[in-house]
């Protein structure tokens, strides 16, 4: 038997969302936060013009994508590294300053793959308990140690929903030492409605030891093509560009990101956005009447804190063919889709409660 790493025996597997169907055939998929949307006809286009040339390797530095996000934000295209999507991306973080000994700080909970990258890389996770559904900034400083080499924050935060105001974030970017990578997990940032949580690139700018995290697979709803990015100071990025494995952004992928961020396709996917920020106010607002403790979010899910009962509230939501993310003790992450879709879990969740 061929010998594998010992560490691939304790570690589980990253659980993806899955879609359910109800007896009568419906199905909201509601469990991996994704866009609710068809993708636009120009972004279809631009990857049907695109598929006459996969016969060719894709532009292995996406030359054209890097320069259009870095004009898009106002950066320098030496401060973009891409990645095969944001989770990609943190893993290429990982090889850039993980190794055996090293630590690296998230809160928990957060996103689900932190601990799995950090395990894969060899590195140690030091989890610090969220209070109540926040971030414990002042906690997550004093974990610092000479062996940090990263810390994680995500902002707003998966699964939880909730987002760090500024004057809080630059307290704890001020702490944190200058050889300690702090990354921004800004996966969620184009849902953001609260004017006084901080956008991570106005925060980067000044601070060599933070960098951005962002993504194509949510409010640009490219979740199944991978293109993510990080926004770094050229030392960070350009180390970051050296770990990522060749050709790893496909050609398809490049061309229906830059077509996402040209405009009219902008403007309408950020209208788009929109319309799912006023489902999350609607959405919490009624579960709220309904009865539901539910935190405020900033992002395009809403977090119920369901404790013992969490996988029989996924049980009854499936019923209704609603799929949601369940953290079994813990509670369940519902994505915002379209209306009906929402409605439809509104029924469920009213249902559990008087059950
Ligand atoms: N960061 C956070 C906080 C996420 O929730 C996700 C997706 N669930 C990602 C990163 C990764 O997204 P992707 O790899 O699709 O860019």
Same mark, same amino acid.
């Given at each position: 038997m061929p010998r594998f790493r010992a560490i691939l025996d304790t570690m589980p597997p990253y659980k993806a969302g899955k879609a359910v169907v109800s007896a009568d055939g419906r199905s909201f998929k509601l469990s991996s936060n994704e866009s609710p949307y068809d993708p636009l006809?120009?972004?279809v286009e631009a990857i049907a013009e695109g598929a006459r040339q996969i016969n060719r390797y894709p532009d292995p530095a996406a030359t054209r994508l890097t320069e259009t996000i870095a004009a898009r934000y106002g950066v320098p295209p030496e401060h973009v590294a891409l990645g095969a999507g944001s989770v990609t991306v943190a893993q290429q973080l990982f090889e850039t300053f993980g190794e055996p000994g090293v630590e690296v700080i998230y809160a928990w909970r957060s996103f689900e793959a932190y601990p799995l990258l950090a395990d894969l890389a060899g590195v140690t996770s030091v989890r610090v308990p969220l209070d109540g559904e926040d971030h414990d900034l002042d906690a997550m400083a004093a974990a610092v140690t000479d062996r940090t080499r990263m810390i994680f924050v995500c902002n707003p935060n998966n699964p939880t929903g909730t987002s760090i105001r500024r004057a809080e974030l630059e307290a704890f970017l001020d702490k944190v030492p200058s050889?300690?990578?702090?990354? /921004? +997990?800004? !996966?969620?940032?184009?849902? %953001?409605?609260?004017?006084? $949580?901080?956008?991570?690139?106005?925060l980067y700018r000044d601070r060599p030891n933070v960098c951005v995290l962002r993504t194509f697979s949510k409010a640009y709803g490219l979740a199944g093509l991978r293109v993510g990015y990080l926004v770094a100071h050229e030392p960070v990025a350009a180390a970051v560009r050296k770990t990522i494995v060749p050709f790893a952004v496909n050609h398809l992928a490049q061309l229906a990101a830059v077509a996402s961020l040209a405009d009219p396709a902008e403007k309408e996917l950020l209208e788009r956005v929109d319309s799912v920020v006023k489902e999350r106010t609607r959405v919490r607002e009624a579960l709220i009447a309904q009865g539901w403790t539910v935190p405020p979010s900033e992002a395009n899910f809403v977090w119920?804190?369901?404790?013992?009962?969490? /996988? +029989?509230? !996924?049980?009854?939501?499936? %019923?209704?063919?609603?799929? $949601?993310?369940?953290?079994?003790?813990?509670?369940?992450?519902?994505?915002?889709?379209?209306?009906e879709a929402n409605d439809a879990f509104l029924q469920a969740a009213a249902a559990f409660l008087k059950s």
């Open positions: 006809p120009s972004v050889d300690v990578l702090v990354v /921004l +997990d800004e !996966a969620y940032r184009e849902y %953001v409605r609260d004017a006084d $949580v901080p956008d991570g690139l106005t119920l804190r369901v404790g013992e009962r969490t /996988l +029989d509230f !996924a049980a009854a939501c499936a %019923v209704e063919g609603v799929a $949601v993310r369940p953290f079994p003790g813990e509670g369940a992450r519902v994505s915002i889709g379209t209306p």
